[in-house]
């Protein structure tokens, strides 16, 4: 039975789809007028790492994830850069695309952008209205959030607090502060779209209660996101599409804790970021996820260099399974294969991942799979052909398929990489042998190296190596 933690009932839950086998999956995502930063990673990553979990217990899933490309921060960066706020954001949703697929997340099925649904947008806008639930005043429309019965309760909080709670704002449009902004009135230079208030553009919230709403229907199964949205975003999602829509508009809502550094929120504002870009360029993906998954999703992450190197080095123990079972499958043979747990160690990761996805327990069987099959592997002689297939099944279902924290199509592991390293290292120090007129330590450099299948090729300019074929 899969169990997710639901913050509008503050407990797990049993997964239990609309339509059977179908998943219906929402995601906020980035405002695109900047890198995203590894924070807004690990989002992106944990809400992959669900999604591919429902695709491994053979569900059908639809992720949406929204792209929010009107906003004051991309007006702002347009202005600065003196351009057209479409060149703003189309190269940082390109430079979005590219980070993403390098973080190895799965592409949505859709990514909506808020500008190619205006239409949607002020259609919601005007059931609003209909209802009493919105009010207009000088272009600027306004949703009424003591009209709707209910607000506060994803995020447990209660209009009378909100309201003593909220800071006096020099806002006379607003009935209430907590009233928040459907239709923002144009201003002079600003993208605007015609509408039945005057031109403008919209809001925030409304565009993902607008696209939800398009590509996945009134009421739908997952909508995620990072717990800085819970409240207001979500909050006042559910009250725009549940007002307009009067059916429930999400049935678990799933929040992803905050990565931090010195315990501190990482965010573009405070300054305190590292691009995923940038970390990408130094660490493999593969070692950024297993970071990751070592936490629970909805718990903080402490971000520091130090763990990232540790995540490296665990992936190590990947890497050299990974180069036995690619070594041993060049020869295939009719070997029966050796017996081996692998439905116990199947159990065990889909116990762990159906408890909320429990990946730091997940991680953990992976990892204690490697170390059997590293014994099995030492203590028989010839593990055969079938042994490695299905090991090498059982890590590309989970480890690779699900957590992502290994890859079996990129054709040098870091296990591989050293190997080349230690070859050309072994190079260097027979040079050296051979300047100092050492010629018995060359020699043995070279036949020792031959004797473990690396041919050397002296050329006048420099040695190369090429691997022995096995026969
Ligand atoms: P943004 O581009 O700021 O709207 O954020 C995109 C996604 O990243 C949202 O789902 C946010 O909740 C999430 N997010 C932002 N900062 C962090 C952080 N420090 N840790 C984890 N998730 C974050
Ligand atoms: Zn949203």
Request: glycine share 6%; charged share 30%.
């Amino acid at each position: 039975m899969l169990t997710v933690y639901n913050t509008l009932t503050k407990r797990k839950e049993e997964f239990k789809p609309i339509v059977p086998s179908n998943v219906k999956m929402y995601m906020c995502g980035p405002t695109v007028y900047n890198y995203f930063h590894i924070g807004n990673g690990r989002s992106f990553v944990s809400a992959d790492i669900i999604r591919r979990y429902f695709e491994y217990k053979g569900y059908n899933v639809k992720f949406v994830m929204n792209l929010t490309d009107i906003d004051d921060k991309i007006i702002k960066k347009a202005g600065e850069e003196k351009v057209e706020t479409n060149k703003v954001t189309q190269k940082y949703i390109d430079a979005f695309m590219e980070d993403i697929a390098k973080l190895k997340v799965k592409k949505a099925d859709i990514y909506p952008k808020a500008t190619e649904h205006i239409e949607e947008i002020i259609k919601m806008i005007k059931t609003l209205e209909e209802k009493g639930l919105a009010y207009n005043v000088n272009g600027n429309v306004f949703y009424n959030v003591k009209m709707f019965n209910g607000y506060g309760k994803l995020s447990g909080k209660n209009i009378e607090d909100l309201e003593s709670g909220a800071r006096i704002e020099i806002n006379e449009e607003k009935n209430s502060p907590l009233d928040f902004a459907l239709w923002k009135k144009a201003k002079e230079g600003e993208p605007q779209w015609e509408s039945p208030w005057g031109n403008g553009r919209p809001g925030w919230h409304i565009e993902c209660s607008a696209m939800s709403c398009k590509h996945l229907g009134e009421t739908f199964d997952i909508h995620a996101g990072g717990n800085d949205l819970i409240f207001p975003h979500h909050e006042n999602e559910i009250a725009q599409s549940e007002g307009a829509n009067d059916k429930p508009f999400v049935n678990y809502w799933l929040h992803f804790g905050f990565l931090n550094i010195n315990d501190e929120k990482m965010s573009k504002s405070l300054g305190n970021f590292f691009t995923a870009r940038d970390i990408l360029k130094v660490y493999p993906a593969e070692a950024i996820r297993l970071l990751f998954t070592q936490t629970n999703y909805g718990g903080p992450l402490n971000f520091s260099e130090e763990l990232l190197q540790s995540a490296k080095k665990g992936l190590e123990k990947l890497d050299n399974l990974k180069s036995k079972i690619d070594e041993a499958m060049k020869v295939e043979d009719s070997n029966q294969g050796v017996e081996f747990g692998f439905d116990k160690f199947y159990a065990a990761f889909e116990k762990a991942m159906d408890d909320d996805f429990n990946t730091p327990q997940a991680v953990a069987v992976v990892f204690d799979f490697v170390r059997e099959c590293n014994k099995t592997i030492a203590e028989t002689e010839k593990p055969g052909y079938k042994f490695y297939h299905l090991v090498k099944e059982f890590l590309t279902r989970t480890a690779e398929g699900v957590l992502g924290i290994m890859d079996f199509n990129t054709k040098e592991s870091s296990g591989a990489s050293l190997e080349k390293d230690l070859i050309e290292f072994l190079i260097t120090l027979r040079l050296d042998a051979k300047k100092n007129k050492n010629y018995a330590l060359a020699d043995k450099i070279r036949n020792e190296l031959n004797a473990l299948g690396v041919e050397l090729q002296d050329s006048k300019e420099k040695t190369t190596y090429k691997k022995i074929e096995a026969n």
